[in-house]
Each structure stands twice: as C-alpha cells, then as structure tokens.
C-alpha cells in the first residue's frame, strides 16, 4: 500500500535533458533519483528531455535505486505528454509538483490508472510523490496526503512558497517551522514518508548540515537534493543511533521468532509491533546497513510473509 | 515519416551529439565525432536504426557527437527527426 | 623484434642504441661506474658571467650533433628552451638533441627548427603538438619518454650524455650559485637539474634575477655551473605555477576520491610515520584532503609528502600533520612560498626522488602514492603517455618511479571519458607495469590486485564496490560499447623507457 518500508532518505533531482547526468544515475549513492522534467527544462526542449529520460531508463535494467520523474504541473499543456512518454519505460513512479488540492491527486492517479490499463502492468504500479508548493496547499495538507493509495511521500518546497508567503527565505528555517509540522503530521496520519525541501546554496555545506539536523529533529524521513555532493552529509545526519540499531534488530527477531512459533500477533516487550512499527524497523536497518553499521541483510519476505498491509 | 523541414536537437556538451536534419532527394549520414576511430562504426549503426524504425528513407543527417552513448544517440535523433517532419 | 615480459614488441635497435626489454620492476641491476665529466679549472679573477646567450653556446662548445639539457620548472610558461633553439639555429649549429625533464605546448615554436633539422631527437616526454604530429608522421623527430627517476639514472649511468645543459635559474649570482625560490620566475626548486649540474659536460645557468654574490638559499652550487647568462624573462609566471590547486567539485571525482580514502584507511598504513604523495589533479587533491581529515580526526602525525608539491600539502606540513615535505617540483604559488621560508619543506632532486641505481630514493619510502591514468588493464597496466586516438602527449613524470616505491599504489580514473572505456582488455601505451599496481579506484567499482584483494570483504563492508578487474571491464563496455582498436604501422616513432633503463613500450605511428 504505502510502502512505507522503502528507504527514501535522498532524492536526488537530474535534469531530464542532460546525458551527462542521466548516465551518472547508476552511480550516483542516493536512495532515490528523481528525473526533472519540469524546472530543468526549457519549453523548447520538453520533446528532447522526454525521448532522452525515457531511453535511459529503459535502458536502466539493473536499477539500484528508485527512479521517479517529476513530470510538469497539471496547469500546464506538457503533463499529458509526460506521462504518455516516460511511463512505458517503467519509473517507479511520478513526482508531481505544486499539488494543491486532493482532486490534483486524484486526476493523476486516474491518469495512472488510464496508462497501467493501456500498458498492461498491475494497477497501482505506478507510486506518487506529491510537491506541496503553497500555502493553500499546505492547508489542504491533511486531505493531499489521504487522498490516493499510490502517495508513497510528500515533500515540501520551500522556493515557491516562501514567494507565496512574500517572506524571505531564511536559512535557519524558523519561519518554516509550522508548515514543516503541519506536512509532517499529515504524513504520520496517513502513514506515508515527509520529505523536505531542496537546499540551493550547494557552496554553504554548513547551513545545509543545520538544516538537515533540524529536520531530523522535526522527524522527517528524507530530503529533496539538487547535487550529489549533498547526499553523503544527510545520510550520515539521519543515521540511527544505535539504540534505534538494537531495537530494530529486536523486532525482526521477534517477528521471526512468532513466525516459527506459528502466531500471527508479535509483540515485544510487552507491547504489540504493528504494521509501522516494522516498517520503521526496516527502515532502521536498511539506513544502518548502508552506513556500515549492521551486516546483516534484511529479508524482507520474511519480514512481510505475514504482515503485508 | 517524411522529412519536410530543416530541424535539429541535442547540445554541443560532452556526453552528448548535435543532429542536424534536413529534407533530401536520398539519404545521407555524416558523422563527426570526438571518439571517431573508436566508435565511428557504432554511432553510424545506431543512426542508421532509428532511421529504419521510424521510416525515414530520404533525409540529410549530420551529427556531430562528444562521446554520447547509444541511448542519447537514440532520444537526440529521433528528437530531430520528430521536429523535421 | 623480441617480446617483453609484458607482452610488447621491442626491436633490438633503435636509433642506434641496443634496446633492452622489460623484464621486471625489481631486479635488473646497473653495472660499471658513474659517468664522468671533464675537470676544469677556474682561477681567482675568471670570469663566468657572459653577456649574452650565444656567447654562452659559443663558449660551451657545442657542436653538431651534441645534446643538451634543460628543466621543466617553468612548465608552460618557459621560455629558455625556446630563447637556447633560436639562438644555436642563428649560430648554424644543426642535428642536436633534446635531453629536458619534459616539453610542453609552449614549446611548439621549436617544430620549424625540428623540421630544418636544428633539432633531431628529443629524449624525453612531450606534451603537445611535437609528439601528436610525430605519432602522425607529419613531423620526422625520435622521442624517448623516461620518467624522473630514469632520467637521473640515464644521466648517471651514461645512457644520455648532455654536453650542455642550460639550467633556467630564477635567482642566480655571478659565479653560478643557482636559488629557485626566488625571483619573479620563482618556481621553488630545480630538482631536475641536479642531475644536468653532476653530468653534463658543461653547465650554463640561465637566468633573469642576477643578485649579488652570493645568491641564496643554494639550490645548486657555484662548482657545478661554468657558465651564467642574463636574459630578459625565463617565463610567464601566470603559466609557471597555478595560482592554486583546487580539489574537484565534479560528483564523480569525489566519489572516487572517497572510495580511494577509504582504501588508505583499511589498509592499516595509516598511523603515525604516514608517508604519501598525490597528483595534482582535481580528484586526487580530493584524496589528499579526505586522508587530511582522518589524519586530523585520528591525531595522526605523518613523516612526509613527496613529489610535485601544491598547497595541500604546505598546509598539512604547516599543520604539522606532516613533517617534512620532499619536492621535486612545486605546483602553485603556496608550494613556491613554503619552499623559501621553511627548512622542513626540502628540494628533492630527480635522483634522490625516485633513481632506482643508487643508495636509496625517497620512493622507496613511501607508504601511498595516488596516481591518474589515461587507461588501465585487466592486468593493472596503466597508460599515461598517449591519447585514446593513438598519439603520443604526455610524460610519465614520477607515475612508474611511485607506482614501483609505494608500498600501496593507487590508480583514480573515471570508468568513461567521454564514452572512452578506461578499463579495457589492453592499453595502448604500457607507461606502468601492473605488477607495481595495487589498485584501480573508478567510480563504477574498485579492483585490487595481488595481496591487497585481501581488502575486499572490510572494503565491501563499508560500501565500496569492489569488483574484478575483467567484471569492471565488461561492465564498462557494456555501457560504451567494445572500441575499435586505433591501427598502427609498423614505424616506430619513440620509446617509453622504464625506471631501470629497459623499454616497456614503443610508440608506433598511428594510420590515418
């Protein structure tokens, strides 16, 4: 459903009509990587950059990561195209930015629908990340974040609103803070991941790494990137601490443990693990495998033998 | 398809090919290449199929590469040959 | 024609010389003594100060086919090499060889003096138009590429005998005291000269800064130059050295310099006596500031930084996380400042740097050394002196004479340049045999050679992709494609010359 055991720290944004970038994408050590097709083109070459993203990703056979492409807003003549271009090549699925209301959501996912019929795949292959843009659109929050089954995350953007607030953009991020926490709950509601916004300033490493422990503080799960050179610093910054280590360990053991002892109802400690609970360990695991701090591999059939939700 | 029009795509960035089209009486390839000796063959086979994918019998096509691999070749001359016809 | 141990076709002769193949990096040894240079005699009221360059060549005697010397400190902004041509062409000297450390483009105003036959042969590498038109057949004119060290070993066995050097001195006195840190064309050390001062017949110090006597800090001394000549400019200093050296900002550079530092951390020679050397380039400076950052967090005090000298390592050495430098060029301006104030920062010649013939060089000391590469092999043979297209540009430098000391040699490339394939089935130029390779850091994986594969479960562990070379190889080519090998005649153009005095490749000329 929600996928919510997917590891989606860093998305990082390529240009869709750069070879030189595109090609990098298998390199690159990000958890996700987000084909723009929006801000990083030009009108004139919207026909380039869709032939040129749809050839390397399907040529991207042997993907490490999750490939999404931000396809152009629902306002503009270009979406159709996108989406008619991009999906046959298999993305795990599409960005959409300035998404304002529930119905933007649900128009796409009904398009979505369309193409995986035309295209012969499983319903509900296709996932969405959702940009929420504005300040109308932050108030709408709670309704985006329930309103499609394939909304896997939503992330902020703070460029267009901040102009949309006419305030400045700060770098320390006070004035941020309510719309952070108002994406952030609506994203815990509904069980799906939060996202942050992109830091431009890629020479002020400094106030990046602030900022991306201050969002750690506020409990997002992932950031949105503009360069590679930004990933390393948020994965080391979002790392777990070892006692979220153990404790993740704690639960595969014991929904191995009820496994073998044939019970579908795990607890540990007392409490009942539930369906977020694992996902999280997951998570947990995944996060800390990458960093080099566990060896184990997580089997995740045995984790959702039983638990698929 | 039919080539009506002078059209071109692509960027003159490493990694990448400029393609030039325009309408013809026959079909002619030139290719001009940073990695000509190396992979000339390869680059001309790769334009040579996307021509006989989308029917395009009688065209001039020049193409001036930086060392763009077979799925840029691809997306850039199907790009000009949409854009030309 | 006989086959090295590597595989490549040496012919007997060359030039007139016996040429010896590759057999190993270790075990060839020198024989016979020293070469010599004749004694002289310079009396109290002698006067060594000439007023012009072609007083100089006259009083040096230089005839039709001798050889002389130069140094490439002043890199591409040198104008001595050119300044010495002209001026024997106007004096009707012909048919001479050019023994410099290295030649650069700037040094393409010699190609009407090759093709009228002033200059016949060139012993050393060459950057730029003279070898590229050379491996083309459009310029008739013998090039030999040795490294550092095998050029101060050439020098001292005999194997090239200069009868002139003309040393670019950017401070000089009147009697031949040599300083290169100081000066408008300062370029903070002479280390390829030192071998021109011990063997060539005569010795002329070239300079633009004449100081009173006696000039100092003495980077070569009085008793080893016969003559000194002042001209106008040695150089363009904007071309001497950068005005800095910066670590790259390139994605993919950084992710090779990561996965090379984090070789150097597992490979438990990183501790106190550290010892290593980079290149210059933007991805290997970046190696050098991971390994200065895990030297600062871990409280480690290196012993030194070898070979061409930047910035990076002036502040580590001013840090104190190194204690001494050892350099045989500087590289930018912090390089060329340290050297004149710091006696921890010390001129290394090309001899004590990396000749394999003598009682020990400073390679030998090294713990690490990162080097560039223009192709690597599935047998870890690295190319570093001609362009994928075939032509010869570029000179080995101190790439074999490290490779070979270091006790981990590490190789950092892109997997693809431009869709060129880095990895491949074979180089075209063997500059580096793979037995003094111990591993290849591309951004598309890491391989390791001999003992150093023992890494790779630590390596994997902290998400290093370690691969076999031939898997890295075969990955590679399945993105660019196999490349058509570039077609060569039978005509050989010039040598690559290992450390020890044997020939690892030839470079034909390439078909057009």
């Known amino acids: 459903m929600t996928q919510s055991h997917r590891l989606r720290r860093s998305l990082l944004y390529v240009p869709g009509n750069m070879p030189s970038m595109?090609?990098?994408?298998?390199?690159?050590?990000?958890?996700?990587?987000?084909?723009?097709?929006?801000?990083?083109?030009?009108?004139?070459?919207?026909?380039?950059?869709?032939?040129?993203?749809?050839?390397?990703?399907?040529?991207?056979?042997?993907?490490?990561?999750?490939?999404?492409?931000?396809?152009?807003?629902?306002?503009?003549?270009?979406?159709?195209?996108?989406?008619?271009?991009?999906?046959?090549?298999?993305?795990?699925?599409?960005?959409?930015?300035?998404?304002?209301?529930?119905?933007?959501?649900?128009?796409?996912?009904?398009?979505?629908?369309?193409?995986?019929?035309?295209?012969?795949?499983?319903?509900?292959?296709?996932?969405?990340?959702?940009?929420?843009?504005?300040?109308q659109a932050i108030l709408n929050v709670n309704e985006i974040a329930r309103a499609s089954e394939r909304l896997v995350a939503l992330g902020f953007s703070v460029e267009d609103f901040t102009a949309n607030l006419q305030i400045d953009r700060p770098k320390t991020g006070e004035h941020l803070v309510v719309p952070r926490q108002l994406l952030l709950m609506a994203c815990r509601a509904a069980g799906i991941q939060a996202i942050d916004t992109v830091w431009a300033d890629t020479l002020d490493q400094e106030g990046y790494r602030r900022e991306c422990e201050h969002i750690k503080v506020l409990g997002f799960d992932g950031k949105s990137l503009i360069n590679p050179r930004q990933i390393d610093i948020l994965h080391e910054v979002l790392a777990p601490k070892p006692e979220e280590v153990d404790y993740a360990l704690q639960v595969v053991d014991a929904i191995k443990g009820a496994r073998e002892q044939g019970t579908g109802v795990v607890s540990l400690g007392g409490k009942m693990v539930d369906a977020p609970v694992v996902a999280r360990a997951v998570r947990v695991l995944l996060a800390a495998k990458s960093l080099g701090l566990v060896d184990t591999d997580i089997d995740e059939s045995v984790i959702y033998g039983d638990m698929a939700s | 398809m039919r080539i009506n029009k002078k059209a071109q795509a692509g960027t003159m960035q490493s990694s990448d090919l400029m393609v030039f089209i325009e309408p013809a009486d026959d079909l002619v390839i030139e290719v001009e290449s940073t990695v000509q000796k190396q992979f000339g063959h390869l680059i001309e086979a790769r334009i040579k199929q996307v021509l006989k994918r989308l029917a395009v019998e009688r065209c001039r096509i020049a193409v001036s590469d930086r060392g763009a691999l077979d799925y840029a070749i691809d997306a850039r001359v199907e790009t000009a040959l949409r854009r030309a016809s | 024609m006989s086959k090295n141990s590597l595989g490549r076709e040496i012919p007997e002769t060359w030039g007139g010389r016996a040429l010896r193949p590759y057999r190993d990096p270790?075990?060839?040894?020198?024989?016979?003594?020293?070469?010599?240079?004749?004694?002289?005699?310079?009396?109290?009221?002698?006067?060594?100060?000439?007023?012009?360059?072609?007083?100089?060549?006259?009083?040096?005697?230089?005839?039709?086919?001798?050889?002389?010397?130069?140094?490439?400190?002043?890199?591409?902004?040198?104008?001595?090499?050119?300044?010495?041509?002209?001026?024997?062409?106007?004096?009707?000297?012909?048919?001479?060889?050019i023994a410099s450390s290295s030649v650069h483009p700037v040094h393409e105003a010699l190609i009407p003096f090759i093709r009228d036959g002033v200059i016949t042969r060139i012993e050393c590498g060459v950057n730029g138009q003279i070898s590229r038109m050379a491996s083309t057949g459009q310029l008739d004119i013998p090039i030999i590429t040795r490294t550092h060290g095998g050029r101060a070993r050439a020098m001292m066995c005999g194997d090239i005998k200069v009868d002139v050097a003309f040393v670019g001195a950017p401070t000089c006195d009147d009697y031949g005291n040599i300083c290169a840190s100081r000066g408008p064309s300062a370029c903070g050390v002479v280390g390829y000269s030192h071998s021109d001062a011990d063997y060539a017949d005569c010795v002329v110090a070239v300079t633009d800064n004449l100081v009173p006597y006696p000039a100092h800090p003495i980077s070569i001394p009085q008793t080893k130059v016969d003559y000194v000549v002042k001209i106008d400019s040695l150089g363009n200093p904007a071309k001497i050295v950068s005005t800095t050296t910066r670590v790259t900002t390139d994605p993919i550079g950084l992710q090779i310099a990561k996965y090379a530092s984090i070789v150097i951390e597992l490979s438990g020679l990183l501790k106190n006596g550290f010892s290593f050397q980079t290149g210059s380039g933007g991805a290997s400076l970046a190696v050098a500031a991971n390994v200065r950052d895990m030297m600062r967090k871990q409280g480690i005090t290196g012993s030194f930084g070898a070979g061409g000298i930047t910035g990076y390592f002036v502040d580590m050495l001013e840090e104190g996380l190194l204690q001494a430098l050892f350099d045989v060029q500087s590289f930018d301006l912090k390089a060329v400042a340290s050297v004149a104030r710091n006696p921890a920062h010390i001129e290394m010649s090309a001899?004590?740097?990396?000749?394999?013939?003598?009682?020990?060089?400073?390679?030998?000391?090294?713990?690490?050394?990162?080097?560039?590469?223009?192709?690597?092999?599935?047998?870890?043979?690295?190319?570093?002196?001609?362009?994928?297209?075939?032509?010869?540009?570029?000179?080995?430098?101190?790439?074999?004479?490290?490779?070979?000391?270091a006790r981990l040699a590490i190789v950092v490339a892109p997997a693809i340049r431009a869709r060129l394939p880095i990895v491949r089935d074979e180089v075209t130029t063997i500059s580096t045999p793979g037995q003094t390779i111990d591993v290849v850091v591309t951004e598309r994986g890491v391989a390791l050679n001999g003992p150093y594969q023992a890494l790779e479960p630590e390596l994997k562990r902290r998400g290093v992709p370690v691969k076999s070379i031939t898997q890295l190889r075969d990955e590679i080519y399945a993105i660019t494609g196999a490349p058509r090998p570039i077609e060569f005649t039978d005509r050989i153009v010039g040598l690559i010359e290992y450390r020890d005095g044997t020939i690892t490749d030839v470079i034909r000329q390439v078909k057009i």
Do not use: W
Not at chain 1, 113 to 126: D, V
Not at chain 3, 56 to 67: P, Q, V
């Open chain 3, 26 to 97: 270790f075990s060839i040894q020198p024989e016979g003594p020293r070469a010599a240079r004749p004694i002289q005699r310079v009396n109290p009221g002698d006067k060594k100060l000439l007023g012009s360059l072609r007083e100089a060549i006259e009083a040096s005697g230089l005839r039709d086919g001798m050889t002389i010397g130069a140094h490439h400190h002043l890199r591409n902004g040198d104008l001595v090499l050119n300044s010495v041509v002209r001026e024997i062409a106007a004096l009707g000297i012909r048919d001479i060889g």
């Open chain 3, 351 to 405: 001899d004590m740097y990396a000749n394999p013939f003598n009682a020990g060089c400073v390679v030998n000391k090294l713990d690490c050394v990162v080097l560039g590469a223009r192709e690597v092999d599935i047998h870890f043979n690295v190319n570093v002196n001609t362009e994928s297209d075939g032509t010869l540009n570029g000179n080995t430098g101190g790439h074999a004479d490290t490779a070979a000391g």
């Open chain 1, 22 to 135: 595109l090609q990098n994408i298998p390199v690159f050590q990000c958890d996700v990587c987000v084909i723009d097709l929006e801000d990083a083109v030009p009108r004139s070459e919207k026909d380039a950059a869709r032939l040129l993203s749809r050839r390397f990703i399907e040529g991207y056979t042997q993907r490490n990561k999750e490939i999404y492409v931000r396809i152009n807003g629902l306002d503009t003549p270009y979406f159709r195209d996108d989406l008619a271009q991009i999906l046959p090549a298999l993305p795990d699925g599409v960005r959409l930015p300035k998404c304002e209301t529930p119905s933007d959501l649900r128009r796409l996912d009904d398009l979505l629908t369309e193409f995986e019929e035309y295209l012969g795949c499983e319903i509900g292959r296709f996932k969405i990340i959702a940009s929420v843009e504005s300040a």
